[in-house]
């Protein structure tokens, strides 16, 4: 059998550092007591790292005041929280023509619901989406602007320092599924009011833990509320944070595994996994357009993009590409819809979909080569 | 080191206020410890700061310079923490 090549790191990052494993073990084996809850040596240790972790978040993302950090199970519960909550009745709000069912469902449900109105501005087939677009559908009502900083079909970043600049004091809710840990974020620098992340992508840690940064300006309402540790005496959520939102025991073995992963990408540096992505894009994308059966979807500028490449190929459907890179080759990738139609249709590869490639920090040149080879097998049979 | 080490207890709002207060306060020469909070005073989250009283405006001081908010000050008198701020 081939040796394993997995380029599916857009769905979950594969493999994890050693640091992950390491501290995963070290809190379930030595330390596995509840944070927060009580006097004891082990509970104080466990509250350590859920502290420690969320000061590596800080530092990570630039966030002054590392409370307002919560952990939630991932970008999508963290996206849910802000649409579900912060969203009121007749509110009006303003997304892109890219954005991940995580967005996009939730949304739909909630116009129906809460009569919210929605605006989409579009990206063009490339993915590129002009950012003075957003200023077309001001309202005096817009209560938030949801942007997905990097589709997760095209790859393609969206420039949201700008669009900060043009829609001024209206919040922005930055959907970093795809960047966080891979390309450098600063909330203070961005203008971010709301960012959702998750662990287990370009964070590198494990599945099962994320969570949302909201800024000073942002209140709303828990979406769960109990046992938090703290004011124990009352039945009165608290107010303060992250108590306000963290109900209920966290997940700690996840918080330790990104923990670990927090401190490994501390040391590499977020810049320089940055550079090393761009290189492998860079060269990916040129062996791939030697390929003449191939066609790759999204703005090829490799400085506009996440290290995903969409591709769709002459005569054959991505699923029965995918299906033959994995059991012909043993190299892992996604067919189909990426859960995003709404970017699909942007690039007009809806319903068929593409296969996508992800490639990460543990990717080299060699895992292109031998992918290009299998294409090219592939197109010739 | 236990709260008895100490004549002087900080109570928070949660850990992580006290572990903010501890990563604050560290470095800076000044004697404390994070402790289990005694039990005649009632902070749920079960951790406090221990420090001397000798020490309090100092500590007091480092922590307002970052906007730190200190739920409650209490000072050992005969054995039991009575609730100084």
């Known amino acids: 059998m081939n040796e394993l090549v997995y380029l599916d790191n857009a769905a979950t990052s594969f493999p994890k550092p050693e640091e992950v494993i390491n501290k995963i073990t070290e809190y379930l084996s030595r330390y596995a007591a509840n944070p927060g809850r009580s006097g004891h040596k082990l509970s104080l240790e466990a509250g350590k790292l859920v502290f420690e972790t969320r000061e590596l978040l800080s530092e990570l993302f630039n966030i002054s005041d590392s409370s307002r950090i919560i952990f939630t199970s991932n970008a999508t519960e963290s996206i849910n929280y802000v649409i579900n909550s912060f969203l009121k009745e007749n509110d009006h709000i303003i997304t892109t023509s890219v954005e991940h069912n995580s967005v996009m469902r939730p949304l739909r449900f909630i116009e129906r619901k809460k009569h919210i109105k929605i605006d989409v501005v579009k990206a063009n087939r490339d993915g590129l989406i002009n950012p003075y677009h957003f200023k077309e559908f001001i309202k005096e009502n817009t209560k938030l602007i949801i942007i997905n900083h990097a589709s997760n079909v095209t790859g393609v970043i969206t420039p949201v320092e700008k669009i900060k600049k043009i829609v001024g004091n209206i919040p922005v809710l930055l959907d970093a599924a795809q960047t966080a840990g891979c390309i450098p974020i600063d909330v203070k620098k961005s203008g971010i009011d709301l960012l959702a992340f998750t662990g287990h992508k370009s964070l590198l840690g494990p599945s099962g833990i994320g969570g949302l940064y909201i800024g000073n300006n942002i209140d709303f309402e828990p979406v769960k509320m109990g046992g938090t540790g703290s004011n124990s005496e009352l039945e009165k959520q608290p107010e303060f944070l992250p108590d306000k939102f963290e109900s209920g025991t966290l997940n700690v073995t996840g918080i330790a595994g990104l923990c670990g992963s927090l401190k490994f990408l501390m040391k590499t540096k977020v810049e320089n996994i940055r550079e090393k992505d761009k290189e492998l894009s860079g060269y990916f994308i040129n062996k791939l357009l030697e390929l003449e059966t191939v066609k790759i979807y999204g703005d090829l500028n490799i400085e506009n993009r996440v290290p995903l490449i969409s591709i769709n190929m002459k005569n054959r459907t991505s699923s029965e590409l995918c299906f033959k890179l994995d059991k012909e080759f043993n190299i892992m990738t996604r067919g189909g819809l990426h859960c995003a139609p709404a970017a699909h249709k942007t690039i007009l590869t809806f319903p068929e979909g593409t296969l996508r490639f992800s490639s990460g920090f543990f990717n080299s040149e060699k895992d292109v080569d031998k992918t290009i080879e299998a294409l090219y097998k592939i197109s010739k049979n | ?85």
């Open chain 2, 1 to 85: 080191m236990d709260s008895n080490s100490f004549d002087s207890i900080l109570i928070f709002q949660n850990i992580h206020s006290v572990l903010k207060a501890e990563k604050i306060l560290k470095g800076k020469n000044i004697f404390y410890d994070v402790v289990p909070v005694p039990k005649e005073i009632d902070s749920s989250c079960g951790m406090a700061i221990g420090i001397k009283s000798m020490e309090m405006d100092i500590v007091k001081n480092v922590l307002s310079t970052y906007k730190f908010e200190v739920k409650g000050i209490y000072l050992q008198k005969n054995g039991r923490f009575i609730r100084y701020e």
